[in-house]
């Protein structure tokens, strides 16, 4: 009987021990920098730091777009302020009188006027 249980017990320990040697294997894999979960890791790093540095390029861009966007509006502010003082001093000349309109037709113009 204890010849079964210590060959039950060594069949057992050779079982983890190969068990353990799999998971290992499978771990190193897991972590290796190039195939696994490491390397995923790995380039997804480096997109995050090439994702940053767009992210700055765009900001400078909208921040110099933002600049130029308020001069040309402050520009226009004070095209519409001039051009409501131009409009306001062309109330003050008189109206011009409307040419009369010659409800004839004339084919030919006299040549003696």
């Known amino acids: 009987m204890a010849l079964i249980a210590d060959m ?5 320990a050779l079982g983890a021990g190969f068990y353990c040697h799999v998971l290992s294997g499978r771990l ?6 190039e195939k696994g979960v490491g390397g995923a890791v790995a380039v997804l790093s480096a997109q995050v730091d ?7 390029a765009a900001q400078g861009t909208a921040k110099s777009s933002v600049s130029t966007l308020a ?10 302020r001039h051009l409501e003082l131009l409009v306001a001093s062309m109330h003050d000349l008189p109206e011009a009188a409307p040419e009369p309109i010659n409800p004839f037709f004339v084919r030919q113009p006299d040549k003696a006027q």
């Open 28 to 33: 190193r894999r897991f972590t290796d920098l």
């Open 71 to 80: 001069e040309v509006s402050d520009r226009a502010e004070k095209a519409a």
């Open 8 to 12: 039950l017990l060594l069949a057992g």
């Open 50 to 56: 090439d994702l940053a540095k767009s992210l700055e």
